[in-house]
């Protein structure tokens, strides 16, 4: 059974706030600069959608955004959100199932990955690579392990708290930066937070 995020749409914002201040928020904005105007955009694991008002706060208009979240509940809050006069195609499924006809100028993948195991990873980044046009960037913003020793307590403890409430699958960080290794991108920018416990990379397909 895949993760369910439904339970946690109501608090997810919240307790995420609680935790970690606004520095997800932080990591998931700084991203956004390196949007391109008019672009075709891939969102995948929105969550609750407030990054479409982040996003709808640099571009008022002119974006196409394809918004896939797999949670009901969490599709529901990202609905209301304001996207200004942007386009926005709201699909409520896995984004590995996601077959789009177009391809996309850019992808973004914020705390997704860090649900998964390695093999879902494995699938669902060449999923992603696909979707996105050669020299498109790709937004990701994830957990990461830098040897302090409190990272690794507070990773243990989300795992542990989303497995029973979300049912996640994953109980240790996937190498995602390997599939972005493997697959030739080039790291165009970086930006670490909360005592480097997230990154936030911008990279570019070859
Ligand atoms: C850790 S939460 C992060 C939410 C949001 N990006 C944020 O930072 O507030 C991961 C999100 O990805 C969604 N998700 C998990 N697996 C997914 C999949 N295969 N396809 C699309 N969304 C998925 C979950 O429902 C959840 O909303």
Redesign the pocket.
């Known amino acids: 059974m ?2 369910n ?1 439904n339970n946690s749409a109501w608090f ?2 919240r307790l ?1 706030h609680m935790v970690y201040g606004r520095a ?1 928020i932080n990591a ?1 904005v700084y991203l956004l600069q390196y949007v391109p105007a008019g672009a075709d955009v891939l969102i ?5 959608g407030w ?1 479409l008002e982040e996003l709808t706060k640099i571009h008022l208009s002119g974006l196409q955004i394809t918004y ?4 009901a509940d ?1 599709m529901a809050l990202s609905k209301k959100r304001n996207i200004g006069s942007n386009k926005v195609i709201f699909i409520n499924d ?3 199932n996601v077959n789009p006809d177009i391809k996309f100028d850019l992808v973004i993948t ?3 990955f ?2 998964f195991t390695e093999q879902t990873t494995q699938k ?1 980044f060449n999923h992603l690579h696909n979707l996105l046009k050669p020299v498109g960037l790709w937004l990701n913003a994830d957990f990461q392990l830098t040897g302090k020793w409190w990272q690794n307590i507070l990773l243990r403890s989300m795992f542990l708290f989303f497995r029973m409430l979300c049912n996640i699958e994953a109980s240790k960080l996937p190498d995602i930066d390997k599939q972005f290794e493997l697959n030739g991108y080039k790291v165009i920018i970086e930006k670490a937070f909360f005592s480097d416990f997230i990154i936030s990379r911008v990279y570019q397909k070859l």
Not at 44 to 48: D, I, M, S, V
Not at 68 to 71: L, N, R, Y
């Open positions: 895949s993760a995020y997810y914002d995420s997800l998931q995948a694991g929105g969550g609750t990054i896939v979240e797999i949670a969490m896995a984004v590995e914020p705390f997704l860090d649900n669902v």
